[in-house]
């Protein structure tokens, strides 16, 4: 297997613009984020003939339970629109199983099948070497503290989601006369 060329550090370096230091630590999440999918999408491809979105929705979804379509849309962190792309490509390869549900004709339940949770296991396991070099770079503890961390800022990010934009950003509203 040839080796993909590496971006050399330098020259994204200078190419980036100077951030304020308040830019700098979600700039930094974005940038690990970007990098690690960038990673997993073109092995995902290349071993299991998936795209990102379509790998995490079959990750998110259990053989043993069924899950709502919106939640494992939600918690695959893409689109409903990306999702249900994805779910028909799963489907279409037999990975995961869609049943609509008795009480409510709307709603979608989605299953991963025994043929998808063994693709899931074999990416897991051709990985595994590779993740543990990326995230060995922390230790037990480290990896836990930052865990923590990032639950912490994540739950503050969601609730400023969900809370109006104070009333200096809020639109106002013009008066017809």
């Known amino acids: 297997m040839a080796e993909r060329p590496r971006r050399m550090d330098a020259t994204f370096e200078a190419a980036r613009p100077e951030l304020p230091p308040e830019l700098q630590l979600g700039y930094s999440v974005a940038r690990l984020a970007r990098l690690v999918a960038h990673s997993h999408t073109a092995r995902l491809g290349q071993l299991l003939g998936l795209g990102l979105a379509e790998w995490r929705l079959l990750l998110m979804l259990n053989r043993e339970r069924q899950t709502r379509f919106d939640a494992a849309a939600e918690a695959s962190l893409i689109e409903k629109s990306q999702a249900s792309i994805a779910a028909r490509n799963l489907e279409r390869r037999g990975l995961i199983r869609r049943a609509p549900d008795s009480r409510d004709g ?60 104070p009333a200096s950003q809020q639109a106002r509203k013009r008066r017809v006369d």
């Open 106 to 165: 709307r709603r979608v339940w989605f299953k991963r099948t025994a043929e998808g949770d063994r693709l899931v296991n074999s990416y897991l396991a051709e990985t595994a070497a590779s993740s543990r070099a990326l995230w060995g770079q922390l230790t037990e503890a480290q990896q836990a503290t930052m865990l923590k961390w990032l639950a912490r800022l994540i739950a503050a990010a969601e609730r400023q989601e969900t809370s109006p934009p």
